[in-house]
């Protein structure tokens, strides 16, 4: 049971436009989302997290997007730059106060094309 | 945040053998790290809770005889990957969790031939 989904593998996106990429889960006890960028063989890096309180956060050029009702969230970033290349998860918590175990999504890859 | 050292960085054993993985908190005393496993071009997969100072928790369909967690301390945690088969071949990586955030280890490649 995926409870956290990456439908897209892939995107590509030409230097200086926006990237989205889109994440939805089904685990209504979610209440806490992250965003991270991972390089092969690497450990992933932390980029920008939102609470379940907050429709947006907002952090210079990432900007993630949660619509609860729809059990989905997005990350917007603009603009792309090719240091951007990299394959990004999405992870979701139901930890309350605290920080739980997270539930991680299955990656899209994103391509930033000079 | 949190500094996280994970080591070794990659290591290849023979089929039948124990590998040790670790990994520390340098900087923050951690009650609680998690180890998750990531096979090639899938999701990050948590395997097991590790706790100072108590058991471990594992997640479903992990066995805990095979992969042993050791949280000993605040700053280290270590998970032994027992009589080690060529299916266990995987990124494994450690994470620590705090009013910070989550931290994540660089990872350790196992290859098991």
């Known amino acids: 049971d995926q409870q956290v989904k990456q439908n897209s593998p892939s995107l590509s996106v030409q230097e200086g436009r926006i990237s989205i990429l889109n994440c939805d889960y089904t685990n209504s006890m979610f209440d806490y989302f992250l965003w991270y960028k991972k390089y092969p063989a690497e450990g992933p890096t932390f980029l920008i997290s939102?609470?379940?309180?907050?429709d947006k956060n907002e952090d210079g050029r990432f900007t993630v997007f949660l619509n609860k009702s729809a059990k989905h969230l997005s990350l917007h970033i603009v603009p792309s730059q090719p240091g951007d290349s990299a394959v990004y998860f999405c992870?979701?918590?139901?930890?309350?106060?605290?920080?739980?175990?997270?539930?991680f999504g299955q990656g899209t890859i994103l391509t930033v094309h000079p | 945040g949190a500094v996280v050292s994970q080591h070794p960085s990659r290591v290849i054993c023979k089929s039948g053998t124990s590998v040790k993985i670790e990994c520390r908190s340098l900087d923050f005393q951690a009650t609680t790290m998690f180890w998750y496993r990531q096979f090639p071009k899938q999701s990050l997969m948590l395997m097991a809770t590790?706790?100072?100072?108590?058991?471990?928790?594992?997640e479903q369909g992990v066995e805990k005889d095979k992969f042993l967690i050791n949280h000993a301390s605040l700053t280290l945690s270590t998970l032994t990957v027992t009589s080690a088969h060529p299916e266990d071949s995987s990124f494994y990586i450690c994470s620590v969790a705090g009013n910070y955030g989550y931290t994540f280890g660089s990872g350790t490649r196992l290859t098991v031939v």
């Open positions: 992870a979701a918590s139901a930890s309350g106060t605290s920080y739980g175990k997270l539930t």
């Open positions: 590790s706790n100072e100072g108590s058991k471990a928790t594992y």
């Open positions: 939102i609470s379940s309180i907050k």
